[in-house]
């Protein structure tokens, strides 16, 4: 049983616009969430991360959202640019160091 | 320079054979893990290190058996392979306590 999950496995924008990532979880105890973005044949690398107490974390053109009453987060970028496209992963935690991770979503942005 | 480095990239064998895949860090982390990738593209962990001492465990067969002979190696050896282990496996580093990990490129099994 998935405890995190991500939806929508493709995602298309055009340059310039925002990107929208939805990720879901089902356990209220976790505390931490970390966004990975992968390449093609490379290893997921951290992108952003929030704690649980908070409800936004930016990093220059990332925002991730927490909203802990629906156990949903997101990550917005913006502007979009044609080097964000990859397979981006949410991931959740409850204790230290043990991660579970949703199926990703391919995010391709057209030039 | 490469920070965590897995070998094979790629690796293609028969059922009931027996393998091995071997993960390095260089970035001084104390702590190392594996993941596998199914077809359904979850990252599933399956097992963590600290110090050379295993702290995650999760339902595995025991047919996967990690080795961590120092804190920079974390080797995964599968014993009688069989057609669903076929799968991508990432190792991963950190430092305990610290919640980014940092993944090597990972290593494509294919059982036939």
């Known amino acids: 049983d998935q405890q995190v999950k991500q939806n929508s496995p493709s995602l298309s924008v055009q340059e310039g616009r925002i990107s929208i990532l939805n990720c879901d979880y089902t356990?209220?105890?976790?505390?931490?969430f970390l966004w990975y973005k992968k390449y093609p044949a490379e290893g997921p690398t951290f992108l952003i991360s929030i704690s649980s107490i908070k409800d936004k974390n930016e990093d220059g053109r990332f925002t991730v959202f927490l909203n802990k009453s629906a156990k949903h987060l997101s990550l917005h970028i913006v502007p979009s640019q044609p080097g964000d496209s990859a397979v981006y992963f949410c991931?959740?935690?409850?204790?230290?160091?043990?991660?579970?991770f949703g199926s990703g979503t391919k995010l391709n942005v057209k030039p | 320079d490469t920070a965590v480095s897995q070998t094979p990239k790629y690796l293609v064998t028969q059922m009931g054979n027996d393998k091995s895949i071997k993960c390095e860090q260089n970035l001084g982390h104390d702590t190392m893990y594996w993941y596998k990738q199914d077809s359904k593209k979850f990252l599933k962990i399956m097992f963590s290190?600290?110090?050379?001492?295993?702290?995650i465990n999760e339902t595995v067969p025991n047919r996967f058996s990690p080795k961590s002979p120092d804190k920079a190696h974390l080797n995964l050896h599968i014993n009688s392979l069989e057609l669903g282990d076929s799968a991508v496996y990432f190792c991963?580093?950190?430092?305990?306590?610290?919640?980014?990990?940092?993944f090597g490129p990972g290593t494509r099994l294919t059982v036939l």
């Open positions: 356990n209220s105890m976790f505390d931490y």
């Open positions: 991963a580093s950190s430092h305990k306590g610290d919640n980014e990990q940092f």
């Open positions: 991931a959740a935690s409850r204790t230290t160091n043990k991660f579970y």
């Open positions: 290190y600290n110090n050379k001492e295993l702290i």
